[in-house]
């Protein structure tokens, strides 16, 4: 089993970063890679971003998102920029085990409680 606790979500002004972070424990060695998906209200939840858990490439940027990790520390980051009002939504981390179908989205097997994310405007 894995657990997964985010944390690092808010409130922020539009324009404003935030960095969540998401801390693995438990069966760790079973991760192949880790995700991050939100859930605005009354909307489905969307896929954000996604790493591998080991190899080379410890970051990833896509528009505003930045996906990072930290395996000593056993954490990924997503760092979001400039954000916008449409960017509130709670936000998960997840983690897709060794074997499984990743990156396809529906391969994540654990999932975090989640941080809710506000932006005003």
């Known amino acids: 089993q894995v657990q997964l606790v985010e944390s690092g979500g808010g409130l922020v002004q539009a324009g404003g970063s935030l960095r969540l972070s998401c801390a693995a424990s438990g069966d760790t060695f079973s991760i192949a890679a880790m995700g991050w998906f939100r859930q605005a209200p009354g909307k489905k939840r969307e896929f954000v971003s996604s790493?591998?858990?080991?190899?080379s490439n410890s970051d990833s940027v896509k528009g505003r998102f930045t996906i990072s990790r930290d395996n000593a520390k056993r954490t990924v980051y997503l760092q979001i920029d400039s954000l916008r009002p449409e960017d509130t939504a709670v936000y998960y981390c997840?983690?897709?085990?060794?074997?499984?179908?990743?990156?396809?989205?529906?391969?994540?097997?654990?999932w975090g409680q989640g941080t809710q994310v506000t932006v005003s405007s």
């Open positions: 997840a983690a897709a085990r060794i074997g499984s179908a990743w990156p396809d989205h529906q391969s994540y097997s654990y």
């Open positions: 790493i591998r858990w080991s190899g």
